[in-house]
């Protein structure tokens, strides 16, 4: 059987996070997935924000692009994050 194809994408995934007072943290996140609205989708699943997805990705993300963090993993439809320049986690 054949695989689908997948197309790669990173950008920026600010968190902000509660530690005493507010504390931004500096995460990006790398996807891939089957075509923008999967993607879109993933975003959607992980933040429950259910708009904008599309632009932001359009707009501010690198479509065509792994990454330099993401050296060494396997290219599989799912989504990682990765916190204060660390290692990327799957979370999806």
């Known amino acids: 059987m054949k695989s689908k194809k997948t197309i790669i994408m990173n950008g920026r995934w600010s968190t902000t996070?509660?530690?005493g007072s507010k504390q931004q943290t500096q995460s990006h996140i790398y996807i891939c997935a089957y075509n923008i609205s999967d993607a879109c989708r993933m975003c959607e699943k992980l933040t429950g924000r259910q708009s904008g997805w599309?632009?932001?990705?359009?707009?501010?993300?690198?479509?065509?692009s792994w990454g330099n963090t993401m050296d060494g993993i396997k290219q599989e439809h799912g989504a990682w994050v990765s916190e204060n320049y660390g290692k990327p986690e799957r979370v999806l």
């Open 54 to 64: 599309r632009n932001e990705i359009k707009n501010y993300f690198s479509i065509g």
């Open 17 to 19: 996070q509660r530690v």
